[in-house]
């Protein structure tokens, strides 16, 4: 029986059992697929994976204080944190700002300290200063004598929380979080808070021009989609005219056309439909309606992809068997179109709670999203770290929320 068995296995040309041969051709498949798709995943691992670590590493990297005061930083490993510290800690210091100042690296420990309390800056300069003269102590009472701040607490419980190579300084800023006199994390009063209402604006702006996206391009779709083929692409050929334009063009576009002086008021003066200039500019109206024109082909592009694929069939059967066009649609057409609508939804809100340019150049004062404090961080102050806090912070509640959106549409087909 068991020569029969052998006997029985077939084999290749080569004498290969075909079993061993098939699981090689498809290993030698799987390679070969992989090879072509490694050039696009060395592209995602460089320009996509690794600066999103690097924008995690920056988010909690701490080492100017570290770096510039390992004296003071040593001495302070038996202080609790609370109160002023004693005269070693002075002498420590003295040493360090001393060392710093001869090396030209003062400015980079108070550009850094100057983050967390305000005139920090002015205080380790001057500090700096007058130390590189003080030839021998007690030196508590000279940095009193030069400045009464070093008696104040608040100075030396910034520099004991900065004792470690990492913080998180920049997300209890961007959480709008503080330390209290104990080291306890609480929230900031109402009237202090300023990111949580941005990240609030940002996801409420970017939610309703989802929606008017949605409202708008809906019913676009839903008409190229029951258009000849022919037709239907000459229509979409409009569609697709703003892919073609710069968005800097199309936002000056807007900017000339709703300005007070603009196209439209001067359009509706000249009809007689109104007596005076509106402002459509420098506001949410005019944020609106330019970002809406800007991300309105991302959800027509989705919607008709699924819509021209649902058979016309099934709403003529629903209304033979007595259902009004109404109901025919609700029940059996737009069901049939969640996955466009979930598909343009996600890419239109994506798009737009990173937007810069055009809530910028179209929006007011208070129609800035977290975008504009982003690139504020990165330009003017060079504050990487708060920057790529506050990235991560926006990177998470979008994906938190597209993950929640995801699980509820899954639900509603279940």
């Given at each position: 029986m068991s020569g029969e068995a052998k006997s029985a296995v077939i084999k290749s040309a080569d004498g290969t059992p075909l079993p061993v041969k098939m699981r090689r051709a498809r290993r030698n498949k799987e390679l070969e697929a992989f090879g072509l798709m490694l050039?696009?995943?060395?592209?995602?691992?460089?320009?996509?994976?690794?600066?999103?670590?690097?924008?995690?590493?920056?988010?909690?990297?701490n080492k100017e204080v570290v770096t510039l005061l390992p004296?003071?930083?040593?001495?302070?490993?038996?202080?609790?944190?609370?109160?002023?510290?004693?005269?070693?800690?002075?002498?420590?210091l003295a040493v360090d700002l001393r060392n710093d100042y001869r090396n030209k690296t003062a400015q980079h420990l108070a550009v850094r300290l100057n983050f967390e309390i305000a005139d920090f800056r002015t205080l380790?300069?001057?500090?700096?200063?007058?130390?590189?003269?003080?030839?021998?102590?007690?030196?508590?009472?000279?940095?009193?004598?030069?400045?009464?701040?070093?008696?104040?607490?608040?100075?030396?419980?910034?520099?004991?929380?900065?004792?470690?190579?990492?913080?998180?300084?920049?997300?209890?800023?961007?959480?709008?979080?503080?330390?209290?006199s104990k080291h306890q994390l609480q929230q900031k009063p109402m009237d202090q808070q300023i990111y949580i209402p941005i990240f609030m604006r940002t996801i409420?702006?970017?939610?309703?021009?989802?929606?008017?996206?949605?409202?708008?391009?809906?019913?676009?779709?839903?008409?190229?989609?029951?258009?000849?083929?022919?037709?239907?692409?000459?229509?979409?050929?409009?569609?697709?005219?703003p892919f073609w334009t710069s968005l800097l063009v199309r936002t000056i576009g807007w900017v000339v056309l709703l300005q007070e002086r603009g196209v439209l008021n001067?359009?509706?003066?000249?009809?007689?439909?109104?007596?005076?200039?509106?402002?459509?500019?420098?506001?949410?109206?005019?944020?609106?309606?330019?970002?809406?024109?800007?991300?309105?082909?991302?959800?027509?592009?989705?919607?008709?992809?699924?819509?021209?694929?649902?058979?016309?069939?099934?709403?003529?059967?629903?209304?033979?068997?007595?259902?009004?066009?109404?109901?025919?649609?609700?029940?059996?057409?737009?069901?049939?179109?969640?996955?466009?609508?979930?598909?343009?939804?996600?890419?239109?809100?994506?798009?737009?709670?990173?937007?810069?340019i055009t809530p910028e150049l179209v929006g007011g004062p208070g129609d800035q999203m977290i975008s504009h404090f982003i690139a504020y961080y990165i330009d003017f102050l060079i504050n990487w770290g708060q920057a790529t806090a506050l990235a991560t912070i926006l990177l998470i509640v979008v994906i938190s929320l597209c993950a929640l959106s995801s699980r509820f549409l899954r639900l509603k087909e279940l």
């Open positions: 050039p696009l995943l060395a592209f995602m691992a460089a320009f996509f994976v690794f600066p999103i670590c690097m924008m995690l590493v920056r988010s909690v990297e004296q003071t930083m040593a001495a302070m490993s038996d202080w609790n944190g609370s109160g002023v510290p004693g005269e070693p800690v002075f002498a420590a380790i300069l001057k500090t700096s200063r007058a130390v590189d003269r003080m030839i021998s102590g007690p030196y508590r009472e000279q940095f009193e004598q030069l400045d009464n701040r070093w008696n104040d607490p608040r100075y030396w419980a910034v520099l004991w929380q900065n004792r470690s190579q990492f913080t998180d300084y920049y997300y209890m800023t961007a959480l709008d979080l503080e330390r209290n409420w702006i970017s939610l309703l021009v989802t929606f008017l996206c949605f409202v708008l391009g809906y019913p676009v779709a839903y008409f190229l989609a029951g258009q000849p083929v022919g037709r239907a692409s000459i229509l979409m050929f409009f569609v697709l005219v001067d359009f509706l003066l000249w009809l007689g439909l109104t007596s005076h200039r509106y402002q459509l500019i420098y506001n949410r109206t005019g944020l609106l309606i330019a970002m809406v024109h800007v991300l309105l082909p991302f959800m027509i592009l989705p919607l008709f992809s699924v819509m021209r694929g649902i058979d016309p069939n099934y709403v003529r059967a629903a209304r033979s068997l007595g259902a009004n066009p109404l109901i025919a649609f609700l029940t059996v057409y737009f069901p049939q179109s969640i996955p466009g609508v979930s598909a343009g939804c996600f890419l239109t809100f994506i798009l737009a709670v990173g937007y810069y």
